[in-house]
């Protein structure tokens, strides 16, 4: 007998998004469903899997329709995320898939549909199967444009070229990209951090409608767990997030930037001294919602300390790791 907790999503949650077709601001539901999850579970930042249990397709349906209930009356986004990958047969069976569909197709309120992938999962007819909606948006954890970092720090196990293949096959079908990029995974200093998620947004803004910057935070039972309790790595600045923001906006006025400070403030996640933190983090949650860059170069006013203590820092990145090191 199936676990009455399989018939409930891990997580949803009623929020505000930047709607990039109408150039507004409108409420989106996220739904987190609770699947058999991740095939891969071999990355190096990820516990997400943990998430997992052994669901049925009917439990599935039935997180689905018992997230709904909380939809707002009027037009919303809807973002149904599985901890792994939506267009994985494994987890979303091809008939769960259209029924899903068909349950998001009645409700004519819902104006965008965002679903997240590995890319190898990616098809023309999958994507087919989920064009119900006006705006259609296929997310792909890309983590960094860099092959070695991706595949030898974060071990994501899919190359820049499959990010391509992929993405150009959701753009040709009609639907939009969403490309997470990863602020400071292992074994890469403060300031190359910075400059390979801005270095790496250039390289994805051609295929992507959003570039999301993820902020790497600690999660439990995982291999930078192993290394951030050895005091092997410190979660990023968002100082450094803030200047990687300003530097990707820059660089292609046609692609939105968007980033959600998970866990921001406290020391497993993104963190300055603990001062600041909440005043950065909300001036980034209403940036999400507005795409107003001057609500970030108003930072600069934020008189802390601790800001001294993050340029000396990237000041010093060259001396400190070596100048032919990431």
Not at 140 to 165: C, P, Q
Not at 174 to 190: C, D, H, M, N, R
Not at 301 to 313: G, M, N, P, T
Request: charged letters at 30%.
């Amino acid at each position: 007998m199936t676990s009455p907790k399989n018939k409930k999503p891990v997580a949803s949650w009623l929020d505000y998004d930047f709607f990039k077709e109408g150039r507004r601001t409108i409420k989106s539901l996220t739904v987190i469903l609770r699947t058999v999850g991740c095939q891969w579970r071999k990355c190096t930042p990820c516990g997400y899997w943990h998430e997992s249990a052994d669901v049925t397709q009917a439990d599935i349906l039935a997180q689905l329709e018992h997230s709904l209930r909380k939809r707002p009356d009027e037009e919303f986004i809807l973002k149904i995320f599985t901890s792994g990958s939506f267009l994985d047969e494994r987890e979303i069976s091809s008939e769960t898939r259209k029924e899903i569909a068909r349950v998001v197709e009645k409700r004519k309120e819902i104006k965008k549909l965002i679903v997240e992938t590995r890319p190898e999962f990616v098809s023309a007819e999958k994507i087919e199967d989920l064009k119900v909606v006006d705006h259609l948006e296929i997310a792909i954890g890309l983590e960094t444009a860099d092959d070695f970092i991706r595949s030898k720090y974060i071990n994501k196990g899919f190359s820049f070229e499959d990010y391509k293949i992929a993405a150009k096959n959701v753009n040709k079908s009609g639907a939009a990209v969403k490309t997470y990029l990863l602020l400071k995974p292992p074994f890469i200093s403060e300031k190359k951090a910075i400059e390979d998620v801005i270095k790496s947004a250039a390289l994805a803004s051609p295929y992507s409608s959003i570039i999301s910057l993820n902020l790497c935070n600690v999660q439990k039972y995982t291999t930078l767990e192993k290394l951030w309790k050895r005091k092997y790595y410190r979660p990023p600045w968002l100082w450094s997030a803030i200047e990687a923001i300003k530097e990707m906006m820059k660089q292609d006025e046609n692609v939105v930037v968007m980033s959600d400070p998970v866990g921001a403030g406290h020391k497993r996640g993104p963190h300055n001294c603990g001062k600041c933190d909440m005043e950065i983090t909300e001036a980034i949650k209403k940036f999400n919602r507005t795409q107003d860059l001057s609500v970030l170069e108003r930072l600069a006013e934020i008189d802390c300390e601790c800001k001294e203590v993050w340029h000396a820092l990237l000041n010093f990145d060259d001396f400190l790791f070596g100048s032919n090191l990431l």
